[in-house]
């Protein structure tokens, strides 16, 4: 909020005006304050400038203006004119704004004008607000515009002088107002009506009129911070006049449209329209309304306000409980689930218990078993940890745990016969390695076996290299050929048979030749590699024929020893495929096939061949 006042100057020496401005002066006494020396003190903070003069030589250079143009001659002249520009505490403003606010109000009603600005943070009887002195020489040096405000050229014309008029300070103020509503600061209305009292009867009762505790200020000042003090706490004009009489002992007079005040001190009373405006008898009845109106607003908003927050408190004290018995119900449900969880734990570590006890008393006692048993064990302590599910898995016996173990181990192992494989693909040629695609069937049987029924052994036992596979193949194939030779040459097996000697001490068998080489026979079908038989053998060797293709191929397959998975990974090479048809056409064409698919009735030539 920002406040102009002004003060005429009729004091011919204007160095006492820097001096004011820029030295510690006492607010009441309006003398200068000086140290134990006797010597005057410079104000503690302000900041001072110089509008079309020095501040130094502001008073030298006024004299020589007022000289040049014969004005300011008379004790009675007014010298200089005193503006002052007061702002709030509040005010974000700093004392190099303020100076440059002073400087635009010189620019618009006082251009051409000598002026010193000074401003002081510190405000007046204490009130720390920053303000702004402007105190500029009466006689224009330089020609002003005109403005609005200026009836006769005088107003702006070189060598004239300043005249302060009601219109010029009701612009001013227009000025100031508008100025502070656009930087933000706090604005009353400067333009309305103001009490007029004397600035100097103010300072005379200065020391008057204190013991309320309003303040050092004058009567009418008094009377009217006493009521505005009081207007907060009554209800009626008539309260307030009361109150008054009786507490403060002033003699009031009411009439119809007036009322009159006077403390006792006072020899003359003051009508309220005269202390300025919002003291006259309906303005105060106005200014009741308002305030009981306020009041009653800001009753009602507490009452409001208080009813919604015991409402608040009843809601929060509500949920507090409710979440205290949920807190309390999950808490009991915690014991429970602890409980079941410990009870479960200790169930599970009574079977490993057992299971430990049994592995270790075993002589052949699985090591990775018993790792897995020590990782089974469960501490009371860190039961919170598991869920059910896990506490209730249960634990492994030793033939679940070497079934799985196998399991695992024979899956790696069907993933290592898988590369093998790919690398003899790539790497083996047939030409060179006639058993390579045996081998690969080998690998094949590996990977594709049906991890069901593997056991450890077999999920341990190593996949043998190719030369490996290649020396026992051969290995088996001479066996075959001696076999095969056997039942070519029967009279070689009875003189093999003959060659036979007996111990002294066992007891001689005769066995006839036709049980010894039925035995042989029997002995090599057990064995015997349809792979490696001729078309003829096998012919032999099989059952009957068919026309159901389907079923004598997939038959074919089951007796080569071929599973679902191997017989879709070799469909491919047709090999298989192309001897079974070979081999069916032949029999088909030795042998023969009833049209009612029973068995075949062979030729007494043909039997004979048999």
Partial sequence: MAILKHISVKNRFYSLAVEYLTCQFDEYTNKPVLDEKGRIQERENYLIAGVNCDVNSFGAECIEVNRLYGKNNSVKDVKAHHYIISFEPNDPITMEQALEFGKQWLDVFAPGHQAVVAVHPDGHNGSQNMHVHMVINSVRKYAGKQSRWHDKPCEWKQGCKHKSTGKMMFHAKKWVMEKCIRLGYGQVDLLAKKHTDNYWVEKRLMNQNATDGVGV?????????????????????????????????????????????????????????????????SELVE???????????????????????RMKAEILVREEASRKEKQLQEERKQRVLLARKRKLAFNRNRIWQDYCGEE?????????????????????????????????????TREEFERQQAVELYCEKATRAGEIWDMVLNQLSASTHKWKWEYMDYLEDIKYKDTTD????????????????????????????????????????????????????????????????????????????????????????????TDDYETEYDAYCQRMGYTAEKMKSIRYKMTVYDEFLEEHQYRKKHYGVRDDSRRVVVSEKNRGAR
Avoid at 287 to 304: G, L, P, T
Avoid at 364 to 386: E, M
């Fill in 217 to 281: 200020t004058s009567n009418r000042e008094l009377i009217r911070d006493t009521i505005d003090k009081l207007l907060p706490f009554v209800d009626s004009f008539e309260q307030m006049v009361e109150c008054l009489q009786f507490m403060y002992n002033w003699k009031i007079r009411v009439t119809k449209k007036t009322v009159t005040f006077s403390t006792p001190d006072m020899k003359k009373g003051i009508r309220g329209n005269k202390l300025g405006e919002g003291y006259g008898k």
């Fill in 287 to 309: 200014r009741i309304a308002k305030v009981v109106e306020a009041r009653n607003a800001e009753k009602e908003a507490r009452r409001i306000a208080e009813e919604e927050a």
């Fill in 360 to 396: 270790l008393a075993r002589e052949d006692w699985n090591k990775d078993y018993v790792d897995y048993l020590q990782s089974q064990f469960i501490n009371a302590n860190d039961v919170a940890g598991f869920t059910e599910e896990e506490l209730m898995a249960p634990v492994m």
């Fill in 454 to 545: 593997v056991t450890l052994e077999d999920a341990k036992e190593e996949i043998m290299s190719y030369e490996e596979f290649a020396d026992l193949k051969e290995a088996e194939k001479e066996k075959q050929e001696q076999a095969a030779e056997m039942v070519a040459n029967p009279a070689d097996a009875t003189d093999v048979a003959q060659d036979v000697v007996v111990s002294e001490d066992a007891e001689p068998e005769i066995v006839g030749m036709e049980e010894v080489i039925s035995e042989e026979v029997a002995d090599v079908s057990e064995v015997i590699d349809y792979t490696k038989l001729s078309i003829e053998e096998r012919a032999a060797l099989l059952p009957i024929p």
